[in-house]
């Protein structure tokens, strides 16, 4: 499995997703849209506006939270193999 976290330093959504991924040892390539004009388009183009996090799960975009209302954990375990424990 490859992930993708498209993420800047500031968002605390992105915070919460790197910790998740960290916590139940995802491996994970972090990509700073702040950092890189030509990824914060390519967030632009696959979901319709800057918003991060954004995860890329072997290719399949997916937003890992809910704005206002935080990380969806649960999809987050279904989407990345993760057991409840």
């Not at 800047?8 to 960290?22: G, S």
């Not at 969806?72 to 279904?78: A, D, G, P, R």
Request: proline content about 7%.
């Amino acid at each position: 499995m490859t992930v993708q976290l498209y993420s800047t330093n500031w968002c605390r959504d992105c915070r919460a997703a790197k910790q998740f991924l960290n916590a139940h040892g995802i491996p994970y390539t972090e990509v700073d849209v702040d950092a890189d004009p030509a990824a914060s388009a390519e967030v632009i183009a696959h979901v319709g506006k800057r918003a991060v996090p954004q995860l890329v799960i072997d290719g399949e975009w997916f937003q890992p939270y809910t704005p206002g209302r935080g990380l969806l954990v649960q999809e987050l375990h279904q989407r990345l193999g993760i057991p409840r424990e």
